[in-house]
């Protein structure tokens, strides 16, 4: 168990190009959160899943924004047109799903859109 | 709503000395609570976490964190800080909707000088 990974850790873009994230969680882990965070601010719930099926968005998530966890073992996160306002670190947690589960976050993918 | 307010963007404090980073927070219902770590660029760490029963919770690298439900607070400590506790520090509730989404403060940073 080597906890949760993220790729890649670091994405420098153009205003207007497509990105895609990915999130391994711990294995055997059925729920996957991925929270976005700006410079100097705390991480903001963006949406979760519970095994494959996508169980709350936030109103953060833009149209333009799709998440993804087809097997329910990793998820991506795609971001379109992305903008200069998009640029955060995206952290992505998993949990095990029971009542007093704690999330256990990865090492982040940090996003610039120039 | 639920919030998290952590009333103070820095705490300074001397090697050795104990050490105190302030929450407070806002819920319907029992709260579960929660304290983690981040080092730059780095993801997430979990400290501790309380969601019932004795009011002091101990964590890990030597931190507590005291809940107090009359004053709706969940401050962290530590007895002896260390120039290596150095980092940011967020406190967190969890969403009793269905999901447990993390709800953040916005960040206290701590500095350790020797």
């Known amino acids: 168990d080597t906890g949760v990974s993220q790729n890649p850790r670091h994405k420098i873009t153009k205003r207007g190009q497509n990105v895609t994230f990915r999130c391994d969680p711990i294995s055997e882990h059925n729920r996957l959160y991925w929270y976005r965070q700006t410079l100097g601010q705390g991480p903001e719930f963006l949406t979760y899943?519970?095994?494959?099926?996508?169980?709350?968005k936030s109103r953060l998530l833009s149209d333009r924004f799709s998440a993804e966890r087809p097997k329910g073992s990793f998820s991506t996160l795609e971001i379109q047109r992305t903008e200069q306002g998009d640029s955060a670190m995206y952290l992505c947690a998993s949990s095990s799903g029971q009542s007093q589960e704690t999330q256990y976050f990865g090492p982040g993918t940090r996003l610039l859109v120039l | 709503a639920q919030s998290v307010a952590q009333p103070e963007d820095q705490v300074n404090v001397a090697e050795g000395n104990p050490l105190t980073v302030k929450c407070t927070y806002s819920?319907?219902?029992?709260?579960?609570l929660f304290w983690y770590v981040q080092y730059p660029n780095r993801g997430l760490q979990f400290l501790l976490k309380y969601i019932t029963g004795d009011n002091l919770v101990k964590g890990s690298y030597g931190f507590e964190a005291e809940f107090n439900k009359s004053q709706t607070s969940f401050h962290l400590k530590k007895p002896s800080a260390l120039v290596s506790d150095s980092a940011l520090y967020f406190c967190a509730v969890r969403d009793t909707n269905q999901g447990g989404k993390l709800i953040f403060g916005q960040g206290t940073e701590l500095s350790v000088k020797p």
């Open positions: 899943f519970q095994n494959e099926a996508q169980l709350e």
């Open positions: 819920v319907s219902g029992n709260p579960y």
